[in-house]
């Protein structure tokens, strides 16, 4: 049989400032591995970075589409032929690309059986299987549910209801099997590089259209997941719902190993440590960086995702700035202990991660933060709180203070906290992922209303400068490399930094 792994183009409503840059869909390249292990012919079509360079206004103006022509699209899924197709959707915010690949598939040839996964599926697989389109749902990890799936279509089993993690259609009836339990030993499942259009990620950071722009603009990059899962159980996170509660590392001589390859295959210079819990083992993380001091490369990483304030210690930062981190992020998500402990269940201690921020500073290692406001039952002196704690970060060192209004991710305890108290502004799953697009708040609480929510939002981006350090250089990259969309989004970020646009910067 031949399987086709799609990573489809982006759409996003026209008003937003970019649309979602080009990355590299792990979760393809994982799946792809186990599948030509078993023999099978495989290709990963990722239609955004073939085509992160073409953009075109569609549906009466309405959206923005970002990736290769349709027309390119359908020719190369007529060429390979599948009999399977297996489309990821890894952020909430592509469900329309998902939904759009699906109809294009089924209208080549309606025999092509069509598989989804990823983040929205997984969340959202009651309102995907109304889509015609999609025969099957894979939840959560998907290397082995796919594999099962593919050798049950291939021997024309009819019964599919021992395939754990599988979500399908019998007749008029949603049929949700059994979860699959997690991969544990994660050495033994290697992604499959050689699919990949690496030159196309080289060339889509080199125009400042990959994702993570401020840390691989101009790079030969990779993204690498040393570990997976997350043990923690913060009320407004959707991570644990893919990847599971259970922290699940790699071997620090399998992480190196993947490295080198990377390195001595594709010269690459920058790697994304994708990780939700890189320093949980603050023994391992140590281990992983002297290895690479030792190797003597000349790299540098980042932990885009953050670290957890409380897994690291001085000696760990040192050794991180030593070993190539060129950036990491902490998560503090509110100023307020109180917010912090019990409306988020994050239990971190604030004035621990000041003292992380001055270790980072102390080594020379660029440190941003990440805030959430809008949590539900949060109150207006609660905010103030965060706003005044974020400018003490940036007077301890912190780069840039990122501020985000919260998504109640359906399955969070924030979401059903939510759904209870009848806070939600609007329960229709369309309306819901455009939210996800336009930051527009998705709660309002007798706390706090929408539109209160909204002038906070604008009061704490001023805790950062009119142009972050991080941006700046972006800024002047893109200047030199692409005038036309310099100006372009110039504009669109002076419009929203004067509240009249809701675009959203891609950067």
Not at 229 to 254: H, K, T
Not at 263 to 292: G, L, M, P, S
Request: net charge positive.
């Amino acid at each position: 049989m031949k399987i086709l792994l799609i990573n489809p183009g982006q759409y996003m409503l026209s008003g937003i400032s970019y649309p979602l840059n080009t990355f590299q869909p792990m979760g393809l390249g994982y799946m792809a591995s186990v599948l030509l292990k078993n023999g099978y012919k495989v290709e990963i079509f990722d239609v955004l970075a073939e085509g992160y360079n073409h953009e075109e206004i569609i549906e009466r103006a309405k959206y923005r589409y970002v990736g290769l022509p349709i027309k390119e699209v359908k020719k190369r899924i007529k060429n390979f032929s599948p009999d399977i197709a297996g489309i990821t959707a890894p952020f909430t915010s592509q469900a329309k690309a998902l939904h759009e690949m699906a109809k294009l598939v089924k209208l080549i040839n309606p025999k092509i059986k069509v598989v989804v996964g990823g983040s929205y599926p997984t969340t959202y697989s009651d309102v995907i299987l109304n889509d015609k389109n999609v025969d099957f749902i894979v939840k959560g990890e998907g290397e082995l549910t796919l594999l099962e799936l593919i050798k049950k279509i291939e021997s024309k089993a009819k019964r599919l209801n021992t395939i754990k993690g599988l979500v399908y259609k019998k007749g008029k009836k949603t049929i949700t099997n059994k979860p699959r339990p997690l991969l544990m030993d994660l050495d033994n499942y290697p992604v499959a590089w050689e699919l990949f259009p690496m030159t196309q990620y080289f060339e889509a950071a080199y125009n400042i259209k990959s994702s993570r722009s401020t840390s691989t603009f101009g790079k030969r990059w990779a993204t690498i997941f040393t570990s997976r899962g997350c043990p923690f159980s913060c009320a407004f996170c959707a991570g644990r719902l893919v990847m599971g509660q259970i922290w699940r590392p790699r071997s620090v001589r399998n992480v190196i190993d993947e490295m080198e390859f990377l390195i001595e295959k594709y010269k690459i210079q920058h790697f994304d440590v994708e990780d939700d819990n890189f320093t949980f083992n603050k023994q391992r993380a140590k281990e992983i960086c002297q290895a690479i001091i030792k190797k003597g490369w000349k790299i540098e990483w980042s932990t885009p995702n953050g670290i957890r304030a409380d897994t690291v210690d001085e000696e760990l930062i040192r050794k991180m700035k030593q070993a190539g981190c060129a950036r990491t992020i902490v998560a503090p998500e509110s100023g307020n202990q109180w917010v912090v402990d019990n409306l988020m269940n994050k239990k971190i201690n604030l004035n621990h991660v000041k003292k992380v921020v001055g270790w980072c500073r102390k080594y020379n290692l660029l440190v941003d933060a990440f805030f959430l406001i809008g949590m539900p039952g949060e109150k207006e002196e609660q905010i103030e709180d965060t706003i005044k704690y974020a400018r003490d970060l940036k007077k301890r060192g912190v780069n840039d203070c990122g501020f985000s209004v919260l998504v109640p991710h359906r399955g969070t305890e924030a979401y059903k906290i939510a759904v209870k108290n009848s806070w939600l502004r609007n329960l229709k799953t369309d309306n819901f992922i455009t939210g996800l697009s336009t930051g527009e708040p998705m709660i309002e609480t007798p706390y706090l209303s929408a539109d209160k929510l909204k002038e906070f939002f604008k009061k704490a981006r001023k805790v950062n400068p009119l142009i972050p350090y991080g941006q700046f250089r972006l800024a002047i990259l893109m200047m030199i490399r692409s005038p036309k969309r310099f100006v372009k989004l110039s504009v669109s970020y002076v419009l929203k930094l004067m509240g009249l646009s809701e675009g959203l910067l891609g950067t």
